[in-house]
């Protein structure tokens, strides 16, 4: 793709973000779309949103599990980026009624107390930077038509990025296995999805560790103060408005999700 093909792309997600009309597949209306296309044209509507005075909160991981990896042809993850304003507070109704297909699903998010840059960041490196971790529960959305994406799709449209809501209660790595929590996602009361910490390229350490060495290469270090989303530990489930999601980890304790009984104008 010419950098014009790719200001044409991203002028077309920041329209569906604002319009609420989903766009068809990136990769139909550009064949010649490649991974280094994609994250050329998320930065452009990264650059866009910091310009209108948004600032970024955090960092997101997707395609952490071997299914979603194999579901869009991938071998490795993605990311994108968390907005201060896209994270929500646990236990009150949240207005998604500017998402298209809003669908939730549960993590383990990482607060940094020190910078973090790569390339060359170790697990150590990883473990030394992380303050502590919060049960949290992601917003995923997209701007693709009916969620019909590839890996070029996901990535120009910031990693299908829509939101978050964290838990309260931190908790310090020395005290858990993220390998061996369990987490059991309910909604309305009724078992939506289990897993386990471990499901996330073998633990969400790992995430955090490809992304501070993906990222640092690009020019962004992962600042103190910064959440990382690493990546779901199952599947993510559609929501509507009137729903309640929780998600129980093991250790970690319990994040809840009400989506405002606000019904989306068409």
């Not at 010419?2 to 329209?15: F, G, N």
């Amino acid at each position: 793709m010419d950098s014009i093909s790719r200001t044409s792309a991203a002028e077309a997600l920041l329209e569906a973000n604002r319009s609420g009309v989903a766009i068809a597949p990136l990769r139909e209306t550009y064949p010649d779309l490649t991974i280094e296309d994609a994250y050329e044209i998320q930065m452009l509507t990264v650059r866009s949103w910091l310009a209108e005075g948004r600032e970024i909160g955090g960092y997101k991981v997707g395609l952490t599990s071997p299914a979603m990896q194999k579901q869009l042809g991938v071998n490795q993850p993605d990311f994108g980026h968390v907005f201060v304003d896209q994270f929500y507070l646990e236990n009150m109704p949240m207005d998604l009624s500017n998402h298209l297909l809003p669908r939730v699903e549960p993590e383990i998010a990482f607060v940094l107390k020190e910078d973090l840059r790569g390339p060359g960041v170790t697990v150590v490196d990883a473990i030394r930077a992380i303050d502590y971790v919060l049960p949290a529960l992601e917003v995923v959305d997209s701007r693709v038509r009916d969620w019909d994406i590839k890996i070029g799709d996901t990535i120009a449209d910031n990693a299908s990025g829509g939101g978050v809501v964290l838990g309260s209660t931190p908790t310090y790595l020395g005290d858990v296995d993220l390998r061996l929590v369990g987490c059991t996602m309910h909604k309305n009361g009724q078992v939506a999805g289990t897993g386990a910490g471990g499901a996330v390229l073998g633990s969400p350490i790992n995430a955090l560790v490809w992304l501070a060495n993906t990222v640092g290469p690009l020019g962004t270090t992962l600042e103190a103060g910064k959440v990382v989303l690493p990546g779901s530990v199952t599947k993510m489930i559609p929501v509507a408005p009137g729903d309640r999601v929780t998600a129980t980890f093991g250790g970690l304790g319990s994040v809840t999700a009400l989506i405002a009984n606000t019904p989306k104008e068409n």
